[in-house]
Each structure stands twice: as C-alpha cells, then as structure tokens.
C-alpha cells in the first residue's frame, strides 16, 4: 500500500510545469507557421489517443471496468480520424483538388465519433460483458462509412465554404456534439460509484474541456484563428485526462488491487494454518480418550487384577501395551508440532538441578538398557542449577537417550553434562549404527526416518524435529556428529538462564 | 475404609479409575459433573478427590475453587487428572487449589503408588 500511495502522491508541479511549457511552446510556434502548430497539435492528441488504445488495449485484463476499456478503443478510432484529419488540413497538400472543407469534414467526423462513444460508454459500462471483437468491427465499419460519404459517395455535408466560413452544418453538429458531451458528462455522474474519485475527477475534467474545445471552434472564422487555436489545446488537454483516467486504472490500481489481494490472501493461509494446527491439536486430545481405555486396561489385565492371565495371554497383552504407547508417543508429538507450529506452546522456565534430573532420566533407562547389555554412564557436575524448562529438558534428552537405545546393540551410551560459559551442553554419545554424512541433515526433519538396511525402527519419526524445535524455544539447539558404523553424539546446548 | 471421591465424565474411565481404587480396597463416590462433586464433597466428606479437569458445565478448576471455598474445609486433597494436551495446566490446578496433579492416561502400575502419597 505504501508502495502505491507513493506513486500516486509523486509532486505534480513538475509535470503540469513540462505540461505548461509543452502548450507554450506550441503556442509559440504558430507564430511561426499555423500549420506546424496544427501539425505538433494534431500528433500530440493523436500520440495520446494511440497510447490511450494501447494502454486500454494491453491491460483490458487488468481493467475491470468496460466503460474505460471501450474508450480506448474508440480512441484508436478517434486518432484515426485526427491523423487523416492533419494530413488533409489546408496546405498540406496530400489530397489533391480538396479545401478546408475536406478537414472541418474530417473534424466534425472525428469529434461525433469521439462525443458518441463518451455517450455510449456509460451504457457499456451498465453491462456486464463487452464483446471486444463486436465493438472493433463496429468501429471498423463506422470508420469505413464515415469514410465513403466524405471521399467517395461525397454526401457529407459541407462545413467549410471558403470565403464565407463555417456552414450552419457544421456549428449546429458543434452545439449537438456539446450537448451529447454533455450528457455523456451527466450519465457519467449518474454512474460514479462505478469509478475510482480520481478517475472520475480526470474522466469530468477531460469531457469538459472537449465541450469548451467544442464552443471554441464553433466561433472561428479562418481555418487558421485563434479559437482555432484555442480549441486545439484543450483537445490536447482533454486527451490526456482520458490518459491518466487509464493509466490510473490499467496500471497504478491493478497494483494496489495485486497487493491487497496478495496480503489478503497471506492473512487468510496465516489463519488456515493455524487453524489446522489447532484442528490437529484438538483431533489428537480426542483420539487420546480411547487410548486411556486401551492403556488402562491392559495394564489392569496385565497386573492381573481383573484374575489371572497365562504366559500367551501376558505376551499378547504386552504388545497391545506397546503399540498403544507407541501410538501415544506419535500423537503426543503431534500436539506438540502443532502447539509449536501455531504458536501456542506455553514452556514453563524456572530453576531446577540439571544433574539431578539427568540422573533421574539415567534410572528411567535401567531396564532397557540390562535388557540389552550395554553399559549406560553419566557424567555430570554434582549439581548444576540452570533457569529453564524442566519438562521440555527432559523431552529432549529421553528422545537423545532413546534413540541411542534403539540404534545400539553393543558397547556403551554416555551422557555427558558440561558447563560451558553461560551455556551447558548435553550430549549423549553411542557406539551404535551411526549415521551417513548425507542423512545428518534429514535428521531435523519431519518424518524423515533414515533406513539402514533391516534397521527401520519404531519410532515416530518426529522425535528430533521436534527437539530441535523447543531446543530453539528454549533458547538452544541441538547437534549432531556421527560416524556411519561407528556411531553418534547428539548435543543439546542450552543457555543456562533462559530469559 | 478410605472413601475416594472420583470426578469423571467418561463412563469407560470411571470404570476403570473405580475398578482400581476398588480392587485396592477403597470406597468409591462417582461424581460425573464439577456440580455434583461439589455437592457430594460437601455431603460425604470424602478422604481423597480425584478431579478430571475437563468436565462439562463447571469444570474440575472451577469446582476445585468451589470445594476450597467451602466449608468442606482446605484438608481433603484433591488431585487433578489432566490431558497431554493442556500443558500449562499443572500450574492452573495447583493455583485453583488441587494438592497434585496426574497425567492422562492413567498407568494402573504406578496409579495407586502416586494416589497413596497424598494421604
């Protein structure tokens, strides 16, 4: 929006001082030759009018408004008109054997033309669709009969004689053509909650000054008069308001149309997103409330307190205890994605013992690891008291420690807690199946599970991503160095008071 | 006989919960609303309140606050039984007057171990 607003708001005085000067000059130089001044007048609107069509004609897409889209193509039309119009004028001598009457002829032409289609536009713009390819074969053919009644069938009415100046043709079509500008300027009013303020400002300034353009070439005697003159200018003026009506609306709004949509359109994903993130996070509270039966009660089975269960029964039993953790363990993460991706996980910092915890978390691997055999050691300062989030500490470490168990088949883990400066890192080192170079960065990612050949591994795949994520909360993060084959450390480094 | 009141909108963990404290030899008040286990608090003056926190109506907080206010006095513990999913909430039930807070889903293994300490 400031983008735009810029553009629009650029100082104006520079260009109506060009503007001024440009007009001046003109001026200027009918006092050398009027057929020059007629000549640069007549290619300056036809200029206009051409670029008034290629503009139209280019951002027509862009254009959602027909009235303006349909005056562009008149204009092409209209300059059309304007440039045989300057080719015929008195002492141009292009068409052999014709006077002024041929150029006045070729005027009242150009300018009924102009002054229907203001008039028409308004009524195109009440209709939904425009035919384009209707309107320019109209168009077409309009010219094409115009025309055949000035140069070939000759029944265009007179509207210069010489000697005795303009015919009442030709000043009463200039008093019809005012007033259809006119009630072009009135059905345009009628229409201008259809129109951007400025755009009307320019479409109402150009209109009126066509009809002032009009008045003043209805009192000229001589082809070469100063209401002639006068006349040309503002015919130059009025083209270049239609102009800026289209650039405003071709070029200056579709942008800021862009722009508001892109931002609206930003905002609208910013709030799907975290609508499924809070959809997720509220499916996953729901597909808890069964697991709690399947928990509950196989373990109230399995503790044979509902009777007796022989050794088949108590195995089964134990894989339906497993999965339904594992599928807890999956969805428990996914609450946590979610809250983190929507922005609406809460951590708790307070003070706490990092050794202390750390030894608690040791302990809680005591039977997985006797069942595998390996040795499991802690290193760590007698008491380390950090500022941070316990619960969140300790998710990441359990998932550390938990990987390290399932990839590990013989030698040793170790925790390791060092205090470094204002940070304390944990790292857990293995002696497992270790990890290619090329995987270490896919580690960090959501369900990425790096496969070993015969080595999938339950788990949840989201372990890591989301350590990384609350490592990051906490102020932290995490890394990781491995040796295929031999093994891998995975270090959390956390700031020892997290603000 | 130690008399347990339990708080629980959810049939299935009801049963459960109930089939637990039972089999360990308690007595056991079912309340399905915060209203009613208020109302039971205060009628039968159990020795131990085990509040599911989401509950229709009032929920387990507000019917906590309710139980401290009233003249069942501040002695009965009461131990909040909560969702993953509501992570702020172990702080939320301490400050709305529960002595303890347990995690959903509940472990019958070390269920009793965690309900006994607070006596």
Redesign the interface.
């Known amino acids: 929006m400031e983008e735009s607003r810029s553009v629009s708001k650029k100082p104006i005085h520079i260009p109506l001082l060009t503007g001024g000067l440009l007009l001046l000059g003109l001026y200027l130089t009918s006092l050398y030759s009027y057929l020059l001044f007629h000549s640069l007048a007549e290619i300056f609107s036809i200029v206009i009018a051409f670029c008034i069509f290629i503009l139209a004609w280019n951002c027509r897409d862009l254009i959602d408004n027909n009235y303006l889209i349909f005056l562009g193509i008149a204009y092409l039309f209209v300059g059309f008109l304007d440039t045989i119009h300057t080719l015929a004028y008195t002492g141009m001598g292009v068409f052999k054997g014709y006077d002024s009457n041929l150029p006045t002829q070729l005027w009242i032409a150009a300018r009924s033309l102009e002054s229907i289609s203001l008039l028409i536009a308004c009524f195109i713009l009440d209709k939904r669709k425009m035919k384009i390819n209707l309107v320019l074969l109209g168009y077409i053919i309009t010219l094409s009969l115009l025309f055949m009644s000035i140069f070939y069938w000759k029944i265009f009415p007179s509207c210069f004689i010489e000697g005795s100046g303009l015919t009442p043709f030709k000043k009463i079509s200039e008093y019809i053509i005012s007033l259809i500008l006119a009630a072009s300027l009135l059905s345009l009013l009628k229409r201008k909650e259809k129109f951007d303020r400025r755009v009307l400002q320019w479409l109402v300034i150009s209109i009126l000054l066509t009809i002032v353009s009009e008045l003043a070439f209805t009192f000229y005697i001589s082809v070469y008069g100063l209401s002639n003159l006068v006349g040309h200018i503002f015919k130059i003026v009025s083209f270049y308001f239609i102009y800026q009506a289209i650039v405003v609306t071709g070029l200056t709004k579709p942008q800021e149309l862009l722009f508001r949509n892109l931002q609206e359109s930003e905002e609208k994903f910013r709030e799907l997103d975290q609508l499924k993130s809070m959809f997720i996070?509220?499916m996953?509270?729901e597909l808890?409330?069964p697991?709690?039966?399947i928990?509950?009660?196989t373990?109230?089975m399995?503790?044979e307190?509902?009777g007796e269960i022989n050794e088949e029964q108590r195995k089964q039993l134990g894989l339906v205890k497993n999965s339904a953790n594992h599928l807890?363990a999956l969805i428990?993460d996914i609450?946590d994605i979610s809250?983190i991706e929507a922005g609406k996980?809460?951590i708790?910092i307070e003070e706490f013992d990092l050794s202390v915890l750390a030894q608690e978390i040791k302990d809680s691997f005591a039977v997985a690891v006797d069942k595998k055999g390996f040795e499991l050691s802690l290193e760590t300062p007698p008491t380390l008291i950090i500022k941070s989030d316990e619960?969140r500490t300790k998710q990441i470490l359990v998932n550390f420690i938990s990987n390290a168990v399932k990839f590990t088949d013989r030698g040793e883990i170790e925790i390791k807690i060092v205090k470094k400066d204002e940070t304390v890192q944990m790292s857990v080192r293995d002696t497992g199946i270790g990890i290619r170079k090329e995987d270490i960065d896919k580690l960090f990612k959501t369900f990425s599970r790096i496969t070993t050949k015969g080595r999938i591994k339950e788990g949840t795949g989201l372990g890591l991503y989301l350590s990384k994520k609350i490592a990051n909360l906490l102020g932290g993060d995490i890394k990781a160095e491995s040796e295929f084959g031999k093994g891998s450390v995975f270090t959390l480094t956390l700031p020892i008071k997290r603000k | 006989m130690k008399r347990i009141l339990v708080v629980e909108d959810?049939e299935?963990?009801m049963y459960?919960i109930g089939?637990?404290l039972r089999?360990n030899g308690y007595e056991v008040i079912e309340a399905r609303s915060g209203e009613e286990g208020v109302e039971l608090t205060l009628k039968e003056r159990p020795d131990l309140i085990i509040m599911d926190i989401q509950l229709p109506g009032i929920d387990g907080l507000e019917a906590t606050k309710r139980i401290r206010e009233s003249e069942a006095n501040g002695e009965i513990p009461i131990i909040a039984l909560t969702?993953?999913?509501m992570?702020?909430d172990?702080?939320k039930s301490l400050n709305a007057g529960c002595t303890g807070h347990l995690e959903?889903?509940?472990?019958?293994?070390t269920f009793m171990g965690e309900i006994e300490k607070y006596f």
């Open positions: 996070a509220s996953s509270h808890r409330t697991l709690n039966s928990i509950g009660f373990g109230i399995l503790q307190m509902s807890l428990n609450i809250k996980v809460e708790t619960r | 959810n299935t963990n459960l089939f637990i089999k969702s993953y999913a992570t702020g172990r702080e959903k889903p509940i472990n019958p293994e």
